[in-house]
């Protein structure tokens, strides 16, 4: 499966965004997905991650209540809406999906989008 990430850009903080995570080649309702981050000089780091038919999700405390993760397997989409967004929020954000059930270690997903940039200004 191939995914395409898309819906980064520049906001200020208080702002929203949603981003979307397309797949191709593949139906993404054969993978359990979620969303990744990383920050210049930092680690990557969880976001959120969602079941296969979108029943179980789960956020990182950092993103709790301000960020939603959800999907539309008939489109073959996964979204990320992101409110409320803080300077700390700033990274490029990769969608992912595994084989195995969702998870919220990096390794442990099989193929990942390229990345789109999301950037808060404070």
Not at 20 to 25: E, L, Y
Not at 28 to 37: C, E, H, M, Q
Not at 88 to 114: I, L, M
């Amino acid at each position: 499966v191939q995914l395409q990430a898309s819906g980064g850009g520049l906001v200020q903080a208080g702002g929203s965004l949603r981003l979307s995570c397309t797949a191709s080649g593949r139906a993404l309702s054969s993978y359990a997905a979620g969303w990744f981050r990383q920050a210049p000089g930092k680690e990557r780091e969880f976001v959120a991650t969602i079941s296969r038919r979108g029943g179980r999700t789960v956020y990182a405390d950092s993103v709790k209540g301000r960020f939603t993760i959800s999907r539309d397997n008939a489109k073959n989409t996964m979204y990320l809406q992101m409110n409320s967004l803080k300077a700390e929020d700033t990274a490029v954000y990769y969608c992912a999906a595994t084989k195995g059930d969702s998870s919220t270690a990096w390794y442990e997903y099989d193929y990942w989008g390229q990345g789109t940039q999301v950037t808060v200004s404070s």
